[in-house]
């Protein structure tokens, strides 16, 4: 091996962390179970479901079922996770859902369902992740998963052909999980803990694929032309989670093809 291949996989060496991921059934969950493996971590994907569908040649993972917006439920898997593995180095919060109903017709179902799981089941995950870790001696580092719409506001005029538009709630939640990211950031930091965020932008789904009146309005209102693909997204995870970022807390990496910036 060169000396520069030696000097990548020591900074990326993330082989044997162990890894829990939320909503890990999802698209960008799937996403990060097999980027994860693939990086030799040990992955523990969680979902709301009781049986995680997944069928991977890699045996490295293992499935728990956690409703992150049930506290009791967080605190109980994460310390049988924690009884089973002896550590968590990485919690990924990726779990999230949206509404898509014009505001005039949205109802306090709608808001409690979305600030339940994104607000917070990040809160509840954080706040168990930190004392398992506190209770241990160990230190760790939180990724959670905001979104683009938690800094900017949809640009409604690109929903021509598709009813799957943004909500106010959602993005008032992402925004708050920035928020989030920061407080505790501060507030763990003597603890040994770090704790940032990523917020992707629009990321094309194929399994159940945008219109393509929307794709192309999406794609002319970024800056880099097209929407992600899900790979795209997987860097800044990779980043937040090695020693690559051993000095970085409170941040939040916005992976949008530059449309925030516009
Ligand atoms: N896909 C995008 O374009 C996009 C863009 C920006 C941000 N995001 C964010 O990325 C994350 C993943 O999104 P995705 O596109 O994979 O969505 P997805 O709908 O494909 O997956 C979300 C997963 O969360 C799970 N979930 C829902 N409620 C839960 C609960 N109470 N407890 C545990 N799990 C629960 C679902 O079962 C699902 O598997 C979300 O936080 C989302 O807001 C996605």
């Not at 979305?114 to 241990?136: D, M, P, R």
């Not at 998963?145 to 538009?165: E, K, L, V, W």
């Not at 939040?252 to 925030?260: A, E, K, L, Y």
Request: proline share 2%; net charge negative; glycine share 8%.
């Amino acid at each position: 091996m060169t000396q520069k291949q030696n000097k990548i996989n020591e900074l990326l060496d993330l082989e044997n962390k162990v890894i829990l991921i939320t909503g890990a059934l999802g698209q960008v969950g799937t996403a990060l179970v097999n980027t994860f493996l693939d990086l030799g971590s040990v992955v523990i994907a969680t979902d709301i479901s009781k049986s995680g569908e997944i069928n991977l040649e890699n045996e490295n993972h293992d499935y728990f079922k956690l409703d992150v917006n049930n506290p009791a439920e967080v605190r109980k898997v994460l310390d049988d996770i924690f009884a089973k593995y002896k550590k968590i180095d990485v919690l990924i919060n990726n779990a999230g859902v949206n509404t898509f109903k014009h505001s005039r017709d949205r109802t306090e179902e709608d808001l409690d369902f979305v600030i339940g799981v994104n607000l917070k089941g990040t809160f509840f995950c954080i706040q168990s992740y930190a004392a398992i870790l506190e209770e241990n001696n160990l230190k760790g580092s939180v990724i959670n998963t905001a979104s683009h719409y938690g800094t900017i506001s949809p640009d409604f005029r690109i929903y021509t052909d598709c009813d799957r538009r943004n909500s106010e709630i959602y993005g008032a939640t992402k925004a708050g999980i920035i928020q989030m990211t920061k407080y505790f950031a501060v507030e763990l930091a003597d603890k040994g803990v770090r704790v940032n965020c990523v917020s992707p932008g629009g990321i094309f789904n194929p399994a159940q694929p945008q219109g393509d009146d929307f794709i192309s309005n999406y794609s002319n209102r970024t800056p880099l032309g097209r929407m992600a693909e899900v790979h795209e997204i997987m860097g800044a995870y990779i980043y937040l989670a090695s020693d690559t970022s051993t000095y970085t807390t409170g941040q939040n990496i916005i992976v949008d093809g530059g449309m925030s910036a516009w």
